[in-house]
T-cell receptor, first 115, second 114 residues
Framework: AQSVTQLDSQVPVFEEAPVELRCNYS??????LFWYVQYPNQGLQLLLKYLSGSTLVESINGFEAEFNKSQTSFHLRKPSVHISDTAEYFC?????????????WGAGTKLIIKP | ETGVTQSPTHLIKTRGQQVTLRCSSQ?????VSWYQQALGQGPQFIFQYYREEENGRGNFPPRFSGLQFPNYSSELNVNALELDDSALYLCASSPGTSGYRELFFGEGSRLTVL
């Protein structure tokens, strides 16, 4: 069965420092990969996604993630975090046929920004 | 453009009771999926509806059932509630069923079963 592992439940980091949130998935077939973010008291929203093509994908607010097929990873990075990045970040992978897909989710990583 | 809205936001039930959660999808979206998110865990896929038909289901028992209406709004029904059903229930809509599409989530309904 397909699974997604987010290795850190919490990542504390100082403001303006770089951060990496790790995500590994298990799959022997092609997948679509996603990072969703949940800000305090809000619903989940898409941060970025990898479908095909360039293995490096970027979001509008400075995050990027790199698809690494050999390591089955899709780690999320930001070179300099801001207090407004405080949120929980979820990695997700699709499973199934194109018309009957399910998203398989990691347990989430809470990004804690220290002033 | 109206986003995804869910109701109620919070509710408390006792074991054995039944609950109905509601979701209004984003305008123009014909696909709705439901997820269960237990405390400290990621969302778990319950099922998906496309044009009023269930077209995908996760590993949940039959006492979890749903409906999608002609306006693409949706309901999640849970019968014979158990303590482990306590969770945040998330509804997401999308403009189609394909796996590459972005999901648009509501803020969830938090169910507590006593």
């Amino acid at each position: 069965a397909q699974s997604v592992t987010q290795l850190d439940s919490q990542v504390p980091v100082f403001e303006e420092a770089p951060v990496e949130l790790r995500c590994n998935y298990s799959s022997s077939v092609s997948v679509y990969l996603f990072w969703y973010v949940q800000y305090p008291n809000q619903g989940l929203q898409l941060l970025l996604k990898y479908l095909s093509g360039s293995t490096l994908v970027e979001s509008i607010n400075g995050f990027e993630a790199e698809f690494n097929k050999s390591q089955t990873s899709f780690h999320l990075r930001k070179p300099s975090v801001h207090i407004s990045d405080t949120a929980e970040y979820f990695c997700a992978v699709t499973r199934g046929t194109d018309s009957n897909y399910q998203l398989i989710w990691g347990a989430g990583t809470k990004l804690i920004i220290k002033p | 453009e109206t986003g995804v809205t869910q109701s109620p936001t919070h509710l408390i039930k006792t074991r054995g009771q039944q609950v109905t959660l509601r979701c209004s999808s984003q305008s123009g979206h014909n696909t709705v999926s439901w997820y269960q998110q237990a405390l400290g865990q990621g969302p778990q896929f319950i099922f998906q509806y496309y044009r009023e038909e269930e077209n995908g289901r996760g590993n949940f028992p039959p006492r979890f059932s749903g409906l999608q209406f002609p306006n693409y709004s949706s309901e999640l029904n849970v019968n014979a509630l158990e303590l482990d059903d306590s969770a945040l229930y998330l509804c997401a809509s999308s403009p189609g069923t394909s796996g590459y599409r972005e999901l648009f989530f509501g803020e969830g309904s938090r169910l507590t079963v006593l």
